[in-house]
């Protein structure tokens, strides 16, 4: 228990922060299941980069608040964006060693 009024607010400060920081990673955390569960459902193409874009948005906003360090919401974005690519059969193919 902190003994004087300004440590009794930076209590205060701290646990609304991590509230709010935990809001935004759980957001994160149910726009990547969503677009797991569309992927297994076989969504449509549209309709998974609309999702794509909402997730995109949500973890630059994560970010932006600091809820998220910068090189998590970097991998978390490319990590989403490679699952959609393949699932829409886009991913150039593997480059194969060059024998000279």
């Not at 009024?5 to 935990?22: G, H, I, L, P």
């Not at 980069?49 to 949500?58: A, G, R, T, V």
Request: zero cysteines.
């Amino acid at each position: 228990m902190p003994n004087k009024k300004s440590a009794e607010k930076r209590v205060r400060q701290s646990e609304q922060r991590r509230q709010k920081n935990r809001g935004y990673q759980k957001r994160i955390k149910e726009i990547s299941k969503e677009i797991d569960k569309k992927i297994h459902e076989n969504a449509e193409r549209e309709e998974l980069m609309q999702l794509l874009s909402k997730s995109f948005k949500i973890i630059d906003t994560a970010k932006s608040h600091g809820a998220v360090h910068k090189n998590y919401a970097a991998r978390k974005k490319s990590k989403l964006h490679l699952k959609v690519k393949k699932y829409l059969g886009e991913m150039a193919p593997e480059s194969s060693p060059v024998n000279e």
